[in-house]
């Protein structure tokens, strides 16, 4: 005859259901939040990755509207669409001899996204848990701003509980980018006598850029520029053929050597 529970039993049994049962739940809760911490963390990436690119295609950094990085997903109205763009001297940096423009170059400039996608119906960056990013400068103001020629923006998460203590933040663009510098020293064998080296990228949609005549194996230095991918050129004094280099410009300084048959 099978001996059957007593109700202390039985209540021990529901018991220790209930604990292993709650200790799992909570174990399935904190794999998910890890997840979707993680999850967040690469959306702050993604987004910064996204603005270096909206940089390096415009040659202005993304701009908040209404408190959003519409730019990123929306093309703005005084931003031209991607493509190749003629380099005329009406583009050149202000004080350049336009005689010196190489208006046979087509520089890659212009919006090409969208950068970011945002799910249907939403309107603003929202984290994994239907938050939304928050956006901030140095001066924790939400919003980019311009100070001094330094943007210094960044974007955060909070968490799951909007936390102080939760919070994670990128640079969605590189500080003090525009000290960024490009020394380009234009060299060949038998190389003599007067060359000429230009930059050209976008701003704004259009092209800038800049031209300089400078003895040959010397180096010259190009200041101020803006990060991203740029068109580099040198030439020989009288050549109409320019050598031409892609080349990316990173924050800080950058050296490129260009051979010149």
Known sequence: ???????????????????ATHLAVREVAHIRNEKLVSAADSQLE??????LAFLSDVGRPVSVTNGTLSELW???????????????????????????????????????????????GRTKL??????????????????????????????????????IADKRTVDILPKNYSSS??????????LSGDVKLAWYGPASGMITGCVKTVSANVQHTFEGLTPGNRIV???KAGSSVPVVRLVEILPGDNLLEIEIP
């Open 1 to 19: 005859m099978k001996k059957a529970f007593t109700l202390l039993e039985l209540v021990v049994v529901l018991l220790v259901i209930a604990l």
């Open 46 to 51: 993604e987004i910064r990755k996204a603005s």
């Open 74 to 120: 929306a093309k703005p109205d005084d931003v031209l669409e991607y493509r190749l763009r003629p380099a005329s001297a009406a583009n050149l940096a202000s004080g350049v001899d336009p005689a010196l423009a190489a208006s046979s170059i087509r520089v890659p400039a212009g919006w090409r996204g969208p950068y970011i996608r945002l799910k249907s």
């Open 126 to 163: 929202r984290d994994p848990w239907g938050n939304a990013i928050e956006l901030f400068d140095e001066a924790h103001l939400p919003r980019i701003t311009l100070t001094n020629l330094l943007y210094a923006a960044q974007v955060s998460h909070y968490g799951a509980n909007g936390r």
């Open 181 to 190: 510098s490009l020394t380009v020293w234009a060299r060949g064998n038998g």
């Open 233 to 235: 050129t040198a030439a």
